[in-house]
């Protein structure tokens, strides 16, 4: 018997090889189809705002934490015990030299003062007449110089009663500015109570602050620093003195610096400010917007914009050390040389070697030229 031809697995071999050869043929036009399609696309671009980095004079500095101290600061305690006749402690008031503050009861003081004052009289007397008696002989030297010294004994006795009614009224010793206070009339205190603190009203408040030795090393009475206040501008102070030594702990060294009160805007005694010390002398830095300075896990970076061999502008990332913010402007320690052009606003949205389109920078005011 004869065996009949396998023509079915054949045939359908065959449409399999054919069905392969027409899909693939059919996705090579289709990919040739997209890429021409592409081809024809425009390319991806971003608008920025482009400046030029300049050169700008830059001091660099050193900060610090500033504590303002008045000129003239006490705690205000009695001298000696006694109850309280009269108080004129209210806080916050301005007080001027010699004004009364705190004086206690001194009825007795008193009473002992005019005992010693008729005292003092009867001895003036007594010495007046002997001195007369002795140049008629009629009284001994011995007996002039024991009345002399009992007059002196009882002049010294009325000026001592004198100082220690005069040490139980408290004055100001200065014109300051009065502090809380928690004396009433009719309380009785002992000697050495707080009374009040009292912050002299100076045209100038100190700034102590610490720097480290090396910095305190390249400062002197007379070097200008700057202190922050708040968001307000910086304001010149002037070193006035260094201590003589360098903490062993921290190797730090305190510096005392004046600032002048001026319209009275100076912070108040005892407020922390910022401390701003140059390091060296003014040099030339490169700047540039703080939009244009990027920060990423490689470090800072800038686009700058170059045009490619067409001639269209393209960012380029360069890696560059920011370092001090000035106002609006942020200085580049190295990476980048004045007269660049690098991208401003916009240059969060920006890649490597992609194609910008420069947008017109605003205009600059006259006053920020």
Not at 47 to 55: G, L
Not at 226 to 237: E, L, Q, S, T, Y
């Amino acid at each position: 018997m004869k065996r009949r031809p396998m023509l079915a697995p054949a045939l359908l071999l065959s449409s399999v090889m054919l069905a392969g050869i027409a899909l693939a043929a059919w996705k090579d036009a289709s990919r040739d189809a997209a890429a021409e399609e592409a081809a024809n696309q425009p390319e991806p671009m971003e608008s920025v705002t482009v400046t030029v980095a300049h050169s700008r004079e830059h001091v660099a500095t050193s900060t610090s934490i500033g504590t303002v101290l008045a000129l003239r600061s006490i705690t205000l305690r009695n001298e000696l015990a006694g109850t309280v006749r009269h108080v004129a402690l209210e806080p916050g008031a301005i007080v001027e030299v010699g004004t009364v503050l705190v004086a206690l009861d001194v009825d007795v003081e008193q009473a002992e003062l005019a005992a010693l004052e008729a005292q003092a009289r009867l001895t003036e007397t007594t010495l007046g007449r002997l001195e007369r008696a002795s140049l008629g002989h009629g009284a001994s030297e011995m007996d002039v110089d024991r009345a002399r010294a009992e007059r002196d004994v009882a002049r010294a006795n009325v000026e001592r009663s004198r100082a220690v009614i005069e040490r139980k009224t408290v004055r100001a010793p200065f014109r300051a500015r009065v502090g809380l206070s928690d004396v009433h009339p009719g309380q009785y205190l002992d000697e050495g109570t707080e009374l009040t603190t009292l912050q002299g009203l100076d045209e100038a408040v100190n700034v102590d602050f610490t720097v480290g030795q090396d910095v305190a090393a390249g400062l002197q009475p007379g070097d200008v620093v700057d202190i922050h206040v708040g968001d307000g501008p910086p304001v010149p102070a002037q070193v006035v003195a260094i201590d003589a030594r360098v903490d062993a702990a921290t190797r730090n060294a305190w510096v005392r610096a004046r600032l002048e009160a001026g319209s009275g805007t100076a912070p108040a005694p005892g407020a922390s400010v910022r401390v701003s010390v140059p390091l060296g002398r003014p040099d030339l830095a490169v700047v540039v917007p703080v939009s244009a300075l990027r920060k990423g896990p490689d470090g800072d970076h800038v686009f700058v914009i170059e045009p490619d061999e067409g001639g269209q502008p393209r960012a380029h990332a360069r890696a560059v050390q920011g370092g001090t913010v000035l106002g609006d402007e942020v200085v580049i320690e190295s990476g980048l040389q004045a007269g660049e052009r690098v991208a401003a606003s916009g240059s969060f949205k920006l890649r490597d070697a992609l194609l910008v389109a420069v947008a017109d920078a605003p205009a600059e005011s006259d006053g920020a030229r």
